[in-house]
Each structure stands twice: as C-alpha cells, then as structure tokens.
C-alpha cells in the first residue's frame, strides 16, 4: 500500500480524500502526529475552534492540487496560552507548502523567467521573485561558512553603471567564493569589515597591487600577511616597459609587429623572430639594454616554490633591481621603482607563498555570465546571493 507521506512529500499526513474541482486538485488531509503548547511545550489541550486552510502544493503532473487541512485553535490548560495548530511543511501565514515553494524556485533557477512562471502557476512574479530570494538565502546559509577562510582573495569587478564597482572574497583554499560586497573604496568596505567574524583566522591574503585594500587588510586583519598577486606585478612591469618604449620611439611602438615580439620573453621567440628583435636593437641601443633588464627581472619574479634560505638570496638581487629603476632617469622606470619599492614585502612574499589571484579573476568571468544570462541584476543583493550559490 502507498503510503500518505510517499505522495504527498510530507511527514505525518494521512490523505483522507482526492477530489478535481474546475481542473484542479484538491487533496483532504490530516496531521496525525502529536500537538504540544508551543509556549510551554505541554500536553493538556482544549479546543476552541476550528478553520480550514487550503496551501498550494507540489503540482501532480500539469494539473495544480492544493491541500485541504483542518486546523483547530487550542487553549493550553497549563499556561492559559492559546494558539493555532501548526503543520509540518507548512510556515505560519503562508499560503503554500515548502515542497511547492522549492519547485517554483528550481524552476526559476534552471532559467525560467518569473512572469512565465507565474502565468503557469497562477502567482504573481512578485512572489516567485520573493520565493526565490528565500530559496538562495536559506542555500547560501547551508553552504557558506560564516567565519573567514585562512587563505584569502580580494579583487574588484564591475557591476553595474549605477552602482559602480563590487570586492570580491574569494577562498583560495577551497576554491569558492566567501562573499561579494557592493563598493572597492574604504568608505564602502569599512562597515562590512568590522561586522565580519573570524578575521584573525586569516593567515594569507593575496590581491593585487591596490592600496586601498592593503590598507583594509592591515586594518582589519592583524594576523595576515599580504601577498602581491604575481600576475599584476608583471603586468606593471610591461606596462612601464612599453610606456618607455613609446617615449623613445613613438614610431616604432605603432608597429603591431615589434609590439608582439617585446610583450614575449625570450624563450617564447622562434630564432627569425630573435633575428627581427637584434635588427630592430641596433637602431635603439638603450632600449636593448632597458628590455634585457626587463628580462631579468620578471624571470627573478616569475621564481615559485622557494624556500626560505633561497628566498634570502635572491632579495638583495631584487633590491638591487629596484634601485636601478629609481637611479634610471627615465620618468616611467622611475615610477615603476618607486612602486615596486612600495610594495617590495608583499612581492618578495611571492617566492615562498604560491598562492594568487586567477581563482577569484577565474570566478569573475563567471560572475559575467552570471549577468549576461540574466540581462543584468538592478537589486545586487540578488546578485549577492546567486554568486554565492553559484561559485561555491
């Protein structure tokens, strides 16, 4: 025999009748389980009334059923407390079943857009979007942890033109995103930072070269060391390069073809293409001397996986480096020296910490396609919550 709670999806009910009233369902059922005072928590019941609820509920096939429940009013004997009796599956003041609800917000989930969904189901949108707001908070209470990770990203993307940029949390360890906060600024930042739990827990953050956010780290996260992301250290170093090529021949840095061989090292450069390079050296002799000392600092920088006594080898090589720059005379390696030298902790850092940031710059190409499939989010704490359901 078919069990009750096997059809319904519900514990405790017993199905007392199944009528179809105007294409519609409508299942008679009762809770057979026990009913206690939710106040006192006690046994010793009289029944003052009685009322009839009809919730949506899951529907059986393309046809809509609804729940028929008798729910009495009890006055306990023991505290002189009344109230109604509550059902299982059923929140107070609701007027569907958490199974119903569930499935009206997969279904928005799996990409059916809400006034769709509501004609089909006879809601409004208002209240699939409402549904589905409950659906991802009580998924992102499930899965998110609530204090921080030891290892941890943080980098900006942007979200909207109204609202500007977004930071991104980003747990390196687990690969999964901790969480997404409107703002990149300190004004922003700083209240989310404050109210955060477990911030001394977190041992490493790596980020890029922002002041903004090493500033916050240091702030609100004492026992962290921050590690410069060595994607964006090496891309500073290009940047400067090709600014400085610029200035010593602004014609040749139109050239698409030249433009391609210095962006490369010089492992990457077949023998023709080496030849190129020379010919075109010869014409410019400091800026050979300038890309050789390019080379060798972003090998020196591109070292992984040292270890400590290595790691005090190779600094007095990169100090020497960054002294160079600042001595150079040249605007734009004078700028990239200063910089450099601003950061020099957290660079060095990244010989011994093989941590960076392509998992969170990886979770912000999905975060696009995440906007893209819903042609762009107005409310970001929708947003929020779908990012963290999303990418964890």
Not at 116 to 144: H, K, M, N, P, Y
Request: contains cysteine.
């Amino acid at each position: 025999m078919i069990r009750s709670e096997s059809v319904l999806g519900l514990p405790g009910y017993q199905i007392t009748g199944i009528e179809e009233k105007s294409g519609r369902l409508r299942i008679s059922a009762r809770h057979a389980g026990p009913i206690s005072c939710p106040h006192c928590d006690g046994a010793h019941l009289r029944v003052k009334d009685r009322r009839f609820r009809r919730p949506r509920h899951e529907d059986w096939g393309i046809r809509h059923s609804e729940l028929l429940l008798e729910s009495r009013k009890f006055l306990c004997r023991d505290c002189q407390r009344s109230f109604w009796q509550r059902f299982p599956g059923l929140l107070p003041h609701k007027r569907a079943t958490e199974p119903f609800r569930r499935c009206v917000a997969l279904k928005h989930f799996d990409g059916i857009s809400r006034r769709r969904l509501g004609q089909r189901e006879g809601i409004g949108s208002a209240t699939v979007e409402r549904w589905f707001e409950d659906f991802l908070q009580l998924q992102t209470a499930q899965r998110c942890p609530a204090a921080c990770p030891r290892v941890l990203g943080i980098d900006e993307h942007f979200f909207t033109r109204r609202h500007g940029y977004a930071t991104t949390l980003c747990n390196l360890q687990s690969h999964k995103v901790f969480d997404v906060v409107l703002g990149r600024s300190e004004a922003s930042l700083e209240g989310y930072l404050q109210q955060l739990p477990g911030k001394e827990r977190v041992l490493v953050v790596c980020m890029d070269l922002a002041s903004v956010y090493r500033s916050l780290v240091r702030k609100y996260f004492p026992n962290a060391r921050i590690v410069a992301d060595r994607f964006h250290v090496i891309r500073l170093i290009n940047h400067h390069f090709l600014s400085c090529w610029r200035e010593i021949d602004p014609i040749g840095a139109k050239h698409r073809g030249l433009l391609s061989l210095l962006r490369r090292h010089r492992h990457h450069l077949r023998p023709e293409q080496a030849v190129r390079l020379q010919t075109y050296f010869a014409q410019f002799p400091v800026l050979e001397s300038i890309y050789g000392f390019k080379q060798r600092l972003c090998y020196l920088l591109l070292k992984k996986h040292r270890t400590r006594n290595q790691c005090l080898r190779l600094i007095p090589r990169f100090l020497k480096a960054i002294h160079q720059l600042r001595q150079s005379g040249l605007a734009q390696l004078v700028q990239l020296g200063e910089t450099l030298h601003s950061w020099s902790t957290e660079i060095a850092r990244m010989w011994r910490f093989t941590r960076n940031n392509g998992i969170t710059e990886g979770f912000h190409t999905k975060m696009e396609l995440l906007q893209r499939q819903a042609y762009g989010f107005r409310n970001f704490n929708n947003y929020r919550l779908r990012v963290r359901i999303m990418c964890s």
